[in-house]
């Protein structure tokens, strides 16, 4: 498994010293993947500052001036082509498990 953080590299180091992580977790600071696969999105200045008012600093966390973040999306990939793929600009719209599972031929528990 693959996933991708709109956080720099240097943030990510921390969660390689957790020997319970069971996948690969790189930067997409840049946003060029998730410009690619049509999921970023540019936050507004208001809510850039609103949120360093709450202590979150999207410049530090990225090191770009961008202000763009990604929509929460999973894909699952075969052979080089996109097999299943999930996207909601709601957050808190979580994807079943259950759906994931099945789009990969795996019973669910």
Not at 47 to 68: C, M, N
Not at 99 to 108: D, M, S
């Amino acid at each position: 498994m693959l996933f991708l953080s709109a956080d720099k590299p240097e943030l990510l180091y921390s969660s390689l010293e957790d020997e319970t992580i069971d996948y690969t977790l790189l930067s997409d600071a840049a946003m060029t993947a998730s410009k690619a696969f049509g999921v970023a999105f540019r936050v507004d200045d208001e809510t850039v500052e609103r949120y360093k008012g709450f202590g979150i600093d999207l410049e530090a966390a990225s090191g770009f001036d961008h202000h763009l973040l990604p929509v929460p999306a999973v894909y699952l990939i075969e052979n080089g082509q996109v097999a299943f793929m999930h996207a909601d600009a709601d957050y808190r719209k979580r994807l079943e498990p259950a759906r994931v599972l099945a789009a990969a031929g795996i019973a669910g528990s």
